[in-house]
């Protein structure tokens, strides 16, 4: 791994582990855990959909995909959706590729929580499965990749990239504290 990509994992290390300290404390074998982490995830994804400009509507389709991926998981739960949308961070616009870096890198992430989520005692979690399991985010790590490894950028962009990932983790980092707080009318 080199180039874009690597600066990427190094220099957003800190973040990304931060924002598994802070989702890890989710039991995914419960309703109850697992109803949080969609709702802060549905959270944090509405603020990336709605900073991906028009022009990027792939990415943005994939965006919209995922927040119906978890309403189908809520409604599954016997939960209600996300009802009340809190204001995204009042910050600039992360660079959309720092953006989709941090979604799509998520994705793989899921491949191992699904693991918890189906190993539950109770069906009705064990089969909400589609957030973790969407096909769109597989596309949607290639894409990046895709564009990590054709990156010919300066450096003052790939900065602003690699600080679009650090705030979309913060995003995630927001959305999660939002959903404790109990902020999220669900």
Known sequence: MTGLRARLRTDTRKQHEHIDSLYSQYDLSTRSGLASLLHAHAIALSWCYDAIPNSMMMYRRAICELIGAIA????QLDQPPVTHWP??????????????????????????????????PDKAVAAATDYFTCN?????????????????????????????????????????????KGRVAA
């Open 87 to 120: 204001t995204c961070p009042d910050t600039p616009a992360p660079h959309p590729l720092g953006i989709v870096y941090v979604v799509a890198g998520s994705r793989l992430g899921g491949r191992m929580l699904v693991r918890q989520v189906e190993a539950s």
């Open 72 to 75: 189908a998981d809520l409604a």
């Open 136 to 180: 769109t985010g597989d596309e949607l790590w290639r894409n990046v990749l895709l564009e990590l490894r054709n990156w010919h950028g300066n450096d003052r962009e790939s900065d602003r990239i690699i600080t679009g990932a650090r705030e979309t983790f913060e995003w995630f980092a927001i959305a999660q504290t939002e959903t404790e």
